[in-house]
């Protein structure tokens, strides 16, 4: 094996590891590359680096072509792996049009377990081939009924429930929330149109600024994920729109006077996650419409970023679609991107250290937020 010491690559494995371990993580990749250029036919190697994609590290491009590489040349196991890798990787930053089109090379090796069955469907369903997604789901309800009875797929469940599928536990709850998400959308857009509309993100730059009197006045305010309520001098107090992941996990439920509207993060939620109908409805009746980020936004973001896009990131740039490109300045508030490294987050309340890299590429982001502003924000 090329991890062995003595094969091809050792030392430069042992370095990436070394530096992974310190937070370095581009030098992680360089020496992973080295280790690479030393061992090109090793397709467990090449998986490893493709993986690095979700970090922004890897280009999408080389990832998507390693990933091929190993899906036509690799052994049966490993081939499988990538097979489910380049899907997943395609429809998540082109769509799922630019997914599909490798069903053909990846469908004889992906096996006819449900669940992979299942999420074929819904990749399917999403790139407009609904027929060929409900024949898959027939199919699956035949031979393994159950595996239906929880699908969290919203989109695609919506779809079979509209068609008659029976065994659908989560039919009904499917069609309840999509007119909630609906209902949401159509509030997003109107509140968005009005154009006035403070965007504040979580960065130090508004420590010490006394901004908060300037952000309650505009006539709606957006916040994002664990936002800071105490310090109202410079922060303000009102929220109109909150932008956050769906799970609890780390973004826990809060409580308002007033209800915001909740604008959910992940990429093609609708379609791409396998418990969305479970989350959604584990979101808390009192608050109402609900929205989630537009998939073409997600798609647009990773071309610009070649990485996951931030949740401030991501409400800027949705504001910026309502303001003809660029929101203005007056209305951009605690950005602080520069601040930012690979592994560390900097934000008005503290400095939040993890032992894996940021998906964000902060450097890209900056990049875009100054076109997205065009001049410093308060």
């Known amino acids: 094996m090329w991890y062995l010491n003595g094969r091809p690559g050792s030392t430069e494995l042992q370095s990436s590891r070394r530096a992974y371990a310190s937070g370095l993580y581009s030098d992680a990749v360089n020496w992973l590359q080295a ?53 997943n990787l395609c429809w998540e930053r082109a769509g799922a049009t630019a997914a599909v089109v490798h069903l053909p090379r990846t469908m004889p090796l992906l096996g006819s377990r449900p669940a992979t069955r299942v999420r074929v469907a819904a990749l399917m369903n999403d790139a407009g081939l609904a027929e060929d997604a409900l024949d ?141 109908i479970q989350l959604l409805t584990a979101c808390p009746k009192e608050y109402g419409d609900i929205a989630v980020i537009p998939p073409s936004l997600y798609i647009s973001l990773f071309g610009e970023l070649d990485a996951s896009p931030s949740s401030g990131l991501l409400g800027l740039a949705l504001l910026a679609e309502h303001c003809g490109g660029r929101v203005p300045q007056d209305q951009v508030f605690g950005y602080s991107l520069q601040d930012n490294r690979e592994n560390m987050s900097i934000y008005h309340h503290g400095t939040v250290q993890g032992d894996s890299p940021s998906r964000h590429n902060w450097k890209a982001e900056l990049r875009l937020f100054q076109n997205l502003v065009g001049t410093e924000q308060q």
């Open 35 to 87: 280790a690479l250029d030393k061992s090109r036919n090793d397709y467990s190697l090449q998986l490893s680096m493709s993986r690095w994609a979700r970090y922004g590290i890897v280009p999408f491009e080389s990832a998507k072509e390693m990933l091929l590489n190993i899906v036509d040349n690799a052994p049966p196991h490993l081939a499988r792996t990538a097979s489910v890798e380049l899907l």
């Open 136 to 276: 898959i789901l027939a199919e699956v309800a035949i031979r393994h009924p159950q595996s239906l009875r929880g699908m969290g797929y919203l989109e695609l469940t919506v779809a079979a429930q509209n068609s008659g599928f029976d065994h659908l536990e989560l039919g009904r709850a499917a069609l309840a929330i999509s007119h909630r998400l609906n209902a949401g959308a159509a509030r997003l857009r109107a509140l968005l149109d009005t154009r006035d509309v403070a965007v504040v993100a979580n960065g130090r730059s508004l420590m010490g600024k006394s901004q908060g009197a300037n952000i309650d006045a505009h006539r709606q305010v957006m916040r994002f994920n664990n936002y800071v309520t105490s310090d109202i001098v410079d922060l303000g107090r009102r929220t109109d729109v909150w932008v956050r992941p769906l799970s609890p996990r780390y973004v826990p439920w809060r409580q308002f006077r007033k209800q915001p509207l909740l604008v959910f993060t992940g990429p093609n939620l609708r379609h791409r996650f396998s418990d969305a």
